[in-house]
């Protein structure tokens, strides 16, 4: 899904913020689900990446980790961006080896997309505003305004992340699925 979301992404309008058809999805997800051999490359790349999404929505606990959800809403109210950069890290040092190594490939896709924001239209804002809610959510509920204001600050980490990622997770990421 992450090599075919970054072949297709960059050149894509729109990509993460459309979604792809419903049924399909549904479809394709009880065939994953499944263990059945799934061809994505002949799916629209908006279910792919509907796909993706909602496989992030069901990692348990969530890929940040609700246990840090406290610490990783706190990182955008730090000084400077070597601070924030730093507090990042530390977090990402707490995650689980899988979380953190889908984490650099996912982030390798967003900084390809948001590269070429001028023709798809996603820069790190908007794959922020689109991907931020997949990331990581409370490990309580809460009030409509209190998760507001909690989807706000992810995006805004989400988005710093993004514009980051290089500086994060190291430069390398930029060739983590090498010349497709």
Not at 6 to 28: D, V, W
Not at 93 to 100: F, I, Y
Not at 140 to 147: H, L, N, Q
């Amino acid at each position: 899904m992450l090599s075919l979301l970054y072949q297709e992404g960059p050149s894509t309008e729109g990509i993460f913020r459309r979604s792809g058809s419903a049924k399909t999805c549904k479809e394709l997800k009880e065939k994953l689900d499944s263990g059945a051999e799934v061809d994505l490359a002949c799916e629209s790349i908006f279910v792919t990446a509907s796909l993706f999404k909602d496989f992030l929505r069901n990692i348990p606990g969530s890929i940040l980790s609700s246990q840090l959800c406290d610490k990783w809403v706190s990182v955008m109210d730090q000084g400077n961006n070597e601070e924030k950069i730093k507090s990042i890290q530390r977090l990402i040092e707490q995650l689980p080896r899988a979380n953190v190594v889908l984490l650099r490939y996912l982030f390798g896709v967003l900084h390809g997309i948001e590269m070429r924001s001028e023709e798809n239209q996603m820069n790190a804002f908007n794959l922020a505003i689109c991907i931020a809610p997949s990331l990581l959510w409370p490990p309580v509920s809460s009030t409509p305004d209190v998760e507001s204001e909690f989807t706000k600050k992810i995006s805004s980490l989400v988005q710093f992340l993004t514009e980051n990622c290089c500086r994060i997770f190291g430069e390398e990421i930029t060739s983590l699925f090498g010349e497709i």
